[in-house]
């Protein structure tokens, strides 16, 4: 498989700063597999479910030719949350099923090494983490890039380690052994200390290691090669739901990096794959040759519109 998405499957039932809500919502990591699928047709969600999964992404699935070979079914039923937004666009999650689900299963819905090495090989060329920094994944980074030695690995950061200041020495060290990372404008403030965008570009440039850095509706940065490019946001009109808007463009960063696209183009991808993210409720439903050719039609239009700017 060229590209691997590991991490979470949820179900969300979303709550809306304006108390509007939706439910029963596909989530988690499943949006960063939608930032590839517009422009890759080879890629794996490797996830943990229970056996209703097919009830919630069955059709899904079905609709884009995706396969359950990545799905583990380990849990006694898939996990359901509820997902509350704030004004500032920041969240809270907390399970449907209560407490002491999520005390049960939380270590056997963690993604492992052994889940994914059975979909890795030497023509892998991209892997994709969205994994807490504690988790026992990491420890198995050597065994990761002896099984598959020339994919990138894309690390998204959770807003909750960027929050925990006694994590943040071990995010620094771990950013220090991946190939690129994500991370959003207020958990750059937190990870970094930092006040401003300015601040945090400086600080992901000084250490070192390409990044996406997401900055709300204004757009995003590929900071890489000690410089940072700039692309805005698309289609904000045509938004209904940002929700997975981060991980999907995430996803598109893994692509552009490892394919070795110009910066400048990578994040235009993952901008452009987010707003098809953010027109409805859930991820973006049907990816068709016609939807790829007319992206990479747009990109190619855009890219002379920002290089004509710079």
Not at 45 to 59: L, N
Not at 279 to 300: H, I, K, M, W
């Amino acid at each position: 498989m060229s590209y691997i998405i590991s991490g979470c499957t949820l179900v969300d039932d979303i709550i809306y700063p304006n108390g509007q809500s939706v439910t029963g919502q596909l989530g988690g990591s499943i949006y960063a597999l939608t930032g590839i699928k517009p422009y890759a047709d080879d890629v794996l969600f490797v996830t943990t479910a229970g056996p209703d999964f097919a009830d919630y992404y069955g059709e899904y699935y079905r609709r884009n030719g995706l396969s359950m070979a990545g799905v583990q079914f380990v849990l006694p039923h898939t996990r359901h949350n509820i997902l509350a937004y704030d004004t500032e666009g920041r969240w809270r999650e907390y399970s449907k099923h209560g407490v002491d689900f999520e005390l049960t299963w939380s270590n056997t819905s963690r993604i492992q090494a052994a889940h994914i090495l059975p979909h890795v090989s030497p023509l892998t060329r991209g892997i994709y983490f969205e994994s807490a920094v504690r988790e026992p994944i990491w420890r198995d980074l050597p065994a990761i890039r002896a099984a598959a030695p020339q994919a990138k690995l894309m690390w998204e950061l959770l807003p909750s380690d960027c929050d925990a200041p006694n994590r943040h020495a071990a995010i620094r060290k771990l950013i220090q052994r991946i190939d690129i990372y994500s991370l959003n404008l207020p958990e750059s403030m937190m990870l970094f200390g930092t006040t401003s965008e300015a601040d945090s570009i400086a600080a992901i440039i000084a250490l070192g290691t390409p990044c996406l850095f997401r900055v709300g509706t204004r757009g995003a940065y590929m900071i890489q090669d000690g410089r940072a490019w700039f692309a805005p946001s698309y289609d904000l009109d045509a938004t209904v739901d940002p929700t997975g808007c981060g991980n999907c463009a995430t996803g598109t960063a893994l692509y552009g990096y490892a394919e070795g696209l110009h910066p400048l183009r990578t994040v235009v991808m993952a901008n452009l794959a987010a707003a098809l993210n953010a027109r409805q409720y859930g991820p973006y439903p049907v990816f068709t040759a016609e939807l790829r050719q007319e992206l990479l039609d747009r990109v190619a239009t855009e890219l002379v519109r920002l290089e004509g700017e710079n």
